[in-house]
């Protein structure tokens, strides 16, 4: 095996798992975290892993949810970060929480005691160049804004730095079609790029009332939120005036509804998300509602009365690249191959999907590193979703860090019956085949990955 050193820059979720695949592998680690000399405003913990917002790993449920069928591929694959949480999980019904300073100091503890890994504890506040050496940078939403102006000036300004307000994401089976209907405005473009949900101007103005009185999330004291410009939440559109979103994302003009033959008083567009077509981003409705609110008024949109939301909206501070113009499909920066990325700073969001996407870059980092094949995982599975997000160049402008879902995956419509009838699958028999195919198409891949690596 050829002798290598990787550096690993941030020491959250994705860079400690990045290091525990790496170090497993033989590969000499070096971990550059600033803490304990400096804190973001966020973190307060000296040890690895730190969980800020939140204890919980949501659910745990591999058999009908995407997010516990994330944990057991992580299981599988001899996750760190999995074995912590197993290790250090309190009570939480069928979520897995976990004892937030018992999970640090557990990841602390056993990524010490392998003594192919070194702690740097300093701030790196440039992006390395090539003799540094080959690097991995998992520093997260908060990125450091000396090493963040640095990726950004990399990068050619394709990164996004500020308080970010996200659009939900809808399922498309979950809308009504009986209410709803394709159409571009002024019929511009394929007629099925948007779907459109129309108002009467009392259910308009009704709508607007909901928004104004709507619970908003409550920002930290550290957080002076900067808006994007481009990126206003729709309540604060709303309290511009009443009608301030008709001449905004809600402008009914250059549509015709064909169910009536008669133009809406407003209409809400809902536009493809991803390729295959089975997410609908709410277009212009990015939010800071609180995640009750949003469904209960976005559900009051006709059409949406029976929404599935994919993904809700959320205001916090993004420091993410494009990374399906960006990245490769290894997670490497394609300008300067030696640096790859890995956590939420690539465009996942979540702690799972952040240590999840650092287990695939420590992977593909020591495969690299050692001169062997790298194998990626199945599309079909939470890993393979996820890391085709990362290269969905589908609606690049509007790129957003998304959670694991089953919207990402392969879609799974049904069943050829014996009798050589197509049956249609949903609701909880649709999400039951998506875990079994997955977890059917997980296992080579796990088998191949730990070929020869020290999991004990």
């Known amino acids: 095996m050829k002798k290598a050193k990787v550096h690993i820059i941030g020491a959250g979720l994705a860079g400690s798992e990045a290091a525990w695949q790496l170090a497993k592998r033989g590969v000499e680690v070096v971990i550059h975290e600033m803490k304990p000399l400096k804190y973001s405003a966020a973190h307060k913990n000296p040890n690895c892993a730190e969980l800020v917002c939140s204890n919980s790993l949501r659910s745990d449920d591999m058999e009908h949810n995407a997010v516990g069928l994330m944990h057991q591929e992580m299981r599988l694959s001899g996750s760190l970060i999995m074995e912590a949480a197993d290790k250090c999980k309190v009570p939480a019904g069928g979520a897995l929480a976990v004892d937030r300073d018992a999970f640090a100091a557990y990841v602390t503890t056993k990524l010490k005691a392998l003594p192919n890994i070194e702690f740097s504890n300093e701030e790196i506040e440039e992006l390395p160049d090539e003799s540094f050496g080959r690097t991995i940078i998992a520093t997260g939403p908060l990125t450091s804004d000396k090493l963040a102006s640095s990726i950004l000036k990399e990068v050619g300004n394709q990164t996004l730095s500020f308080y970010d307000a996200i659009a939900p994401v809808v399922y498309k089976d979950s809308i009504n079609m009986d209410v709803a209907w394709y159409q571009s405005r002024y019929d511009k473009g394929d007629s099925r790029d948007y779907i459109n949900c129309p108002l009467t101007e009392e259910q308009y103005y009704t709508f607007v009332e ?8 409550e920002f930290h004291e550290f957080e002076k939120p900067n808006y994007f410009d481009g990126c206003l939440p729709i309540e604060v559109m709303a309290e511009r005036g009443k009608d301030t979103l008709l001449y905004g994302p809600m402008k009914p003009v250059g549509l015709t509804n064909p169910h009536t033959g008669e133009h809406a008083y407003a209409v809400v567009q809902l536009r493809q998300d991803n390729f295959a077509d089975t997410l609908r981003n709410m277009v212009g409705f990015q939010t800071k509602m609180k995640y009750g609110a949003q469904q209960e008024i976005f559900r009051t949109i006709p059409g949406l009365e029976n929404a599935e939301f994919a993904r809700l909206g959320g205001i916090h501070k993004n420091t993410f690249i494009k990374s399906p113009i960006l990245l490769d499909e290894f997670l490497r920066l394609k300008t300067k191959p030696h640096i790859s990325f890995a956590g939420q700073i690539t465009g996942c969001e979540g702690y799972i999907e952040s240590a999840a996407v650092g287990l695939l870059s420590g992977y593909f980092a020591a495969q690299e590193v050692r001169g062997e094949n790298i194998v990626l995982p199945p599309e079909t599975t939470a890993f393979g979703s996820m890391l085709k997000h990362l290269q969905d160049d ?45 977890l059917q198409d997980i296992i080579p891949w796990v088998n191949e990955i730990k070929k020869s690596v020290d999991f004990d």
Do not use: H
């Not at 998304?402 to 949903?426: A, L, Q, S, V, Y």
């Open 394 to 438: 589908t609606n690049i402008e509007d790129f957003q860090p998304m959670n694991i879902n089953f919207g990402i995956f392969p879609d799974i419509r049904g069943e050829i019956t014996p009798n050589g009838k197509f049956r249609k699958i949903k609701g909880m028999e649709r999400k039951s085949a998506y875990c079994q195919r997955a």
């Open 210 to 217: 909901y928004l104004l009185n709507a619970e908003k999330v």
